[in-house]
C-alpha cells in the first residue's frame, strides 16, 4: 500500500487548537487522478490518499486518527465486503464505501455491512463533501465533548427582586468563561428569566436570536439551533439570552427546559442558569437537576428572611441535599454596620459561604459600557470576591485550572 498525502508537510493529527485529522482515501490507482487531490480538503479536512489492491488488508489501526475513511470495494467482491463490516464493528471511525456504478443491491449491502455512505467512483469532490459533511458535524460535537470533559450545571436563586443576582452573575462568568477558554473548554449562560431577563443587554450585546427561538422551535430543537442561537462574548461566554419581549412564565414546560438544558451541557459542558424570580414547576424541577445552587442574597432581614424561605422550600421538595452556596452580595464591613455576617447566618440557619463587597461605582461603570469589571478597574477588592467566588464553584464542578 503506497500513500500519496498531499498535505504530509504540516499533518500533525488534531488536537485542541491545532490541525483538523484527514479523510483517508483507500483507492486503487485506477480510481482517478491522485494528483487532483493536491491540496483538497472536504468539509474542512484535509485528504489523504493510500493506493491499494485486492491484497491489501487493512485493519483499525489504519483508521487511527482519521476523521474518516473512504474504501473502495468491487460489487463482486464477497470477501471484501466481509472484511468492511470487520473493519467497521472494530472501528469508531467512520467509513464510507466508494465503487463504480454501485447497483442499489450493492450500497444496501454496504450500508448493512457499517458503510454511513456509499459514493461512486471516479471520485467527486463535491459528493464527497456532500457524504462528510454530516460526519463533520457529528465530529465538531465529539470535540466539543472531550473539550468540555464533563457535563454540569450551576442555577442562579435570588432571595428577592434588585439584590443583583444577574449584574453578579453575568460579570462572574465572563471570568468563568474567559479560564475555562484556557483550559479548552466552554461555557454557557442560559438566561431563563422569561420576563426580566437581561444578562445579554448588561454585558453589551444585542442578540439576534434569543431564548423565544428555542421555545418556538418546541420538539425541532437540536444542538445546532442552541448552538446558533447562543451569542459570542469577548471572553468566550455563550449567552442565551431570554426574550425581547415579556413572555408568561408557562410558554416553558418541565420537558422543553430539560431539553435545553441538557442541550447546553452536551454542546458547552458547564451551563450557567439565571432562573426567574417567581417559582414554577419547571424552574422547580431544573434546580432538581442542578449540580451547585446558588442563591444571592442582601445583608438586610427582609432580603435574607426570603432567602431563608426558598431554602426551607428546597428542603420540603426533597432538594435538600443540593449544593447550594449562599452569596451575600453587595456586602459592606465596618465596626457601625447595623448587621454583620455572624447576623445573616443566624437568619438564615446556616453559614455563608461567599459575599462579594459593596463598590457601586466599579460595578455601575461595568454595566453602563457592558463590560467585565476588569475593563475598568484592574484590581479591586470586587473583582477578589469574584475570583474567590470563581475558583470556589470551579473546585465544585470538579474543574482542574
Not at 118 to 146: G, M, T
Not at 261 to 273: C, I, N, P
Amino acid at each position: 500500500m503506497s500513500i500519496i498525502d498531499p498535505n504530509a508537510h504540516d499533518r500533525k493529527g488534531w488536537h485542541a487548537g491545532g490541525h483538523h485529522p484527514p479523510v483517508l482515501l483507500f483507492l486503487t490507482g485506477a480510481a482517478g487522478d491522485p494528483g487532483a487531490l493536491a491540496g483538497v480538503e472536504v468539509a474542512g479536512f484535509p485528504l489523504q490518499l493510500s493506493i491499494i489492491d485486492d491484497k491489501t488488508e487493512l485493519g483499525p489501526n489504519d483508521l487511527r486518527g482519521a476523521a474518516a475513511a473512504v474504501i473502495q470495494i468491487r460489487p463482486d467482491d464477497d470477501e471484501g465486503i466481509q472484511r468492511f463490516a470487520e473493519i467497521a464493528a472494530a472501528t469508531s471511525t467512520p467509513l464510507l464505501a466508494a465503487a463504480f456504478e454501485p447497483p442499489l443491491a450493492f450500497v444496501r449491502q454496504l450500508i448493512r455491512a457499517g458503510a454511513h455512505d456509499v459514493v461512486p467512483l471516479p471520485l467527486d469532490i463535491a459528493d464527497l463533501e456532500a457524504s462528510i459533511h454530516p460526519l463533520a458535524k457529528e465530529f465538531a460535537a465529539r470535540k466539543r465533548s472531550q473539550a468540555s470533559g464533563h457535563e454540569r450545571s450551576v442555577m442562579f436563586i435570588k432571595s428577592e427582586g434588585g439584590v443583583g443576582a444577574t449584574s453578579l452573575l453575568s460579570q462572574l462568568t465572563t471570568r468563568f468563561a474567559e479560564s475555562e477558554a484556557a483550559a479548552g473548554r466552554e461555557v454557557c449562560l442560559l438566561d431563563l428569566d422569561m420576563q426580566f431577563g437581561d444578562a445579554a443587554f448588561v454585558l453589551g450585546l444585542r442578540p439576534r436570536l434569543t431564548l423565544a427561538d428555542l421555545v418556538e422551535a418546541g420538539d425541532r430543537i437540536d444542538g445546532e439551533l442552541l448552538r446558533s442561537t447562543a451569542t459570542d462574548h469577548p471572553s468566550g461566554l455563550k449567552i442565551v439570552a431570554a426574550p425581547p419581549e415579556i413572555l408568561p412564565l408557562e410558554a416553558l414546560d418541565a420537558d422543553h427546559a430539560f431539553r435545553i438544558l441538557d442541550l447546553a451541557k452536551r454542546e458547552f459542558g458547564t451551563v450557567f442558569v439565571d432562573l426567574p424570580m417567581n417559582w414554577t414547576n419547571w424552574s422547580l424541577s431544573l434546580v432538581g437537576r442542578a449540580d451547585i445552587v446558588v442563591m444571592v442574597t442582601e445583608l438586610s432581614i427582609p432580603s435574607l428572611n426570603r432567602a431563608r424561605r426558598q431554602l426551607d422550600l428546597l428542603s420540603e421538595q426533597g432538594l435538600g441535599n443540593i449544593d447550594v452556596r449562599v452569596v451575600v452580595n453587595r456586602f459592606e464591613k465596618g465596626l457601625f454596620k447595623k448587621l454583620t455576617r455572624a447576623d445573616a447566618e443566624h437568619v438564615l440557619g446556616r453559614q455563608v459561604d461567599y459575599t462579594v463587597c459593596n463598590d457601586h461605582a466599579t460595578m455601575s461603570e461595568a454595566l453602563e459600557r457592558g463590560v467585565p469589571i476588569a475593563h475598568v478597574k484592574r484590581r479591586s477588592a470586587l473583582g477578589k470576591d469574584l475570583d474567590l467566588l470563581d475558583g470556589g464553584l470551579a473546585a465544585g464542578l470538579g474543574l482542574e485550572r
